[in-house]
Each structure stands twice: as structure tokens, then as C-alpha cells.
């Protein structure tokens, strides 16, 4: 009968120890930086806009020559991670070179409409905690006209 109190002290203690670490544990930051940088050769207008209503953009983007946006984000457990959906804000974008040609991009849950090499909303520039999307002059010449 004597063991019974040996017994209950150590199930307290093991209670005890086994919840004195629940709770408190946020896990590890984890840092981010994705940069836009536009090196087309000339500035640049960045419309960003959901698809589902494509006349209201939700902000825009201007970038000259050679300019860059550097965005840091920091996530926290439960992670959730980041791209360049998330650096945007927007599942579509309008980039305007310089007023005359313009390009569109979308990533809308259409893979094919992700996947387009140039789509800076591609995840293939979203793998890493570092990403870098240069806007080029190849972007800029294959851009198309805009209608006057």
C-alpha cells in the first residue's frame, strides 16, 4: 500500500513535464525576399487585378529602367509560404512598357495559363525563400502594340 503514493507522484511529475512545453512553441521564422527588377529598357506600368473583374485594378506598379521593388516577408508557423502571387496581390497582371506595348499575364487555377515561360506568377519563380523576376528587353519586344 506504501507504492501508491510513490505511484501518484510520479504520474503528476510525468503530466507535469509533458505539458510544460505545449503551447509556446511558435516554430522558426522563415524569411523571404523576392525583387521585381525591370531591365526592358524602358519604364514600365504594373497593373495588377483579379481576374474575375479585370477593369478594376487593385494597385499598380511603375518601374523605370533599370528600377527594382524588393519585398520581404517573414512567415510564421503554420506556415503558409510566399510567391510571387502573394509579392502581386492579384492573380492577373497588365505590365505597360513605356505606353505602347503591353503584356498579360494570368494565373487563375488554368495551369497552362500559370505555366507560360515568361509569367512572372509562374511557380517555377516561387521555389525559394530568394527569388528574382527581371523584366528584359526580349519581354519588351515581344509585347504587343497597344491600340491607340
Known amino acids: 500500500m506504501k507504492a501508491y503514493p ?9 503530466i507535469i513535464s509533458g505539458t510544460s512545453c505545449v503551447g509556446t512553441d511558435q516554430g522558426t521564422p522563415v524569411e523571404y525576399q523576392y525583387i521585381l527588377r525591370n531591365e526592358s529598357g524602358v519604364p514600365v506600368l504594373i497593373e495588377v ?11 499598380s506598379i511603375s518601374l523605370n529602367d533599370s528600377g527594382e521593388l524588393i519585398r520581404n516577408y ?3 508557423a503554420p506556415y503558409s509560404g510566399y510567391s510571387f502571387l502573394s509579392f502581386f496581390g492579384g492573380d492577373s497582371l497588365r505590365i505597360v512598357f513605356n505606353g505602347e506595348k503591353n503584356s498579360f499575364f494570368s494565373c487563375t487555377g488554368i495551369v497552362e495559363n500559370c505555366r507560360q515561360e515568361r509569367n512572372p506568377l509562374n511557380p517555377i519563380y516561387s521555389d525559394s525563400l530568394n527569388e528574382e523576376f527581371i523584366i528584359t528587353p526580349e519581354d519588351y519586344q515581344a509585347a504587343i502594340l497597344v491600340e491607340q
Do not use: G, K, N, Y
Not at 510513490?6 to 510525468?14: D, N, R
Not at 487585378?49 to 494597385?59: G, K
Open 6 to 14: 510513490l505511484l501518484f507522484a510520479l504520474m503528476i511529475l510525468t
Open 49 to 59: 487585378f483579379q481576374a474575375s473583374s479585370p477593369e478594376v485594378s487593385q494597385t
Open 74 to 76: 517573414t512567415d510564421r
